[in-house]
Each structure stands twice: as structure tokens, then as C-alpha cells.
């Protein structure tokens, strides 16, 4: 498996927007980081008026204990298939 296909493809990385994309971002994404936090809106806001976007996120718990119970909680949301919603609630 190349570089580009663990960090696009793998099935640990919950995507949003267009699966189908022509572009696709991928964010590394800590719950507990401001910047992360400030970037959810303007990325909430892309998927939801550009069709052709795929936006790949990556659980980056490098800050704290509560970036690691919070990144194991949205990988289980998405094995729920709840990722989108537990996401933009955070």
C-alpha cells in the first residue's frame, strides 16, 4: 500500500462530503486543538457548497489524555456510522 493510499483510503479515516471527489483534503484533527476547532466551520461550510469535495479526516490526539478519549470516541461514532454528527457536535 503506497503513502497516498494510507493516508486517503484507509478505513480508520472517516470522510465526509463527496465520497466520489475530485478533490480531496485531508485535515489531522485534535478536538482539543484551537486551530482544528477554528477550522471546522469554513471545512463544514466547504463540503456543504462544493459537491466535488472529499474531505478525509485524520485523529491527531497529540495534546492530552482528552485528545485520546476524544479521538477513541470518534472512531467509534464512525463504526456506528455517527462520525459526521459526533464530529461537527464537538
Not at 465520497?19 to 485534535?30: A, R, S
Not at 463544514?44 to 497529540?62: A, C, F, N, Q, S
Not at 479521538?71 to 462520525?83: D, I
Request: hydrophobic share 40%; net charge negative.
Amino acid at each position: 500500500m503506497s503513502n497516498r493510499e494510507r493516508l486517503f483510503e484507509d478505513d480508520n479515516a472517516p470522510v465526509l462530503g463527496n465520497p466520489d471527489e475530485d478533490v480531496t483534503v485531508v485535515e489531522f484533527f485534535n478536538y482539543n486543538c484551537p486551530y482544528s476547532k477554528q477550522a471546522t466551520a469554513p471545512f463544514k461550510e466547504l463540503i456543504g457548497t462544493d459537491g466535488g469535495v472529499r474531505l478525509v479526516y485524520r485523529e491527531w490526539p497529540i495534546l492530552n489524555e482528552g485528545s485520546v478519549i476524544a479521538a477513541r470516541a470518534a472512531l467509534a461514532s464512525q463504526a456506528q456510522g455517527k462520525y459526521e454528527d459526533f464530529h461537527w457536535t464537538m
